[in-house]
Nanobody
Framework: QVQLVESGGGLVQAGGSLRLSCAAS????????MGWFRQAPGKEREFVAA????????YYADSVKGRFTISRDNTENTVYLHMNSLKPEDTAVYFC?????????????????WGQGTQVTVSS
């Protein structure tokens, strides 16, 4: 059974930075595409970023392109989301997810396993 645990969320002022981590247990991440999604109150869960198994392919939502960076350390079985120049509209619960394929994907329904989420709040 795969378990994904996110950490690193918190309260930050607009313009600030955070780094989210997603640690896995029960399975080695190195063979799988990984993604980050977020869900704001009253809104549907949306794609943020995705990375292929070796990190050679990365996708970003237009709203975060140039500000967020997804990365992975397969030796640590961890995926990261580096968030810079944060805006109040980035406030949401952030989820990491595992896709049982090597490639990355922007589609939420292609991810089989999900973490419990970590709250990110950006104040203006």
């Amino acid at each position: 059974q795969v378990q994904l645990v996110e950490s690193g969320g918190g309260l930050v002022q607009a313009g600030g930075s955070l780094r989210l981590s997603c640690a896995a247990s029960g399975r080695t991440l190195s063979r799988y595409g990984m993604g980050w999604f977020r869900q704001a109150p009253g809104k549907e869960r949306e794609f943020v970023a995705a990375i292929s198994w070796k990190g050679g392919t990365r996708y970003y939502a237009d709203s975060v392109k140039g500000r967020f960076t997804i990365s992975r350390d397969n030796t640590e079985n961890t995926v990261y989301l580096h968030m810079n120049s944060l805006k109040p509209e980035d406030t949401a619960v952030y989820f990491c997810a595992l896709r049982e394929e090597y490639s990355a994907s922007v589609w939420i329904n292609q991810y089989a396993y999900w973490g419990q989420g970590t709250q990110v709040t950006v104040s203006s």
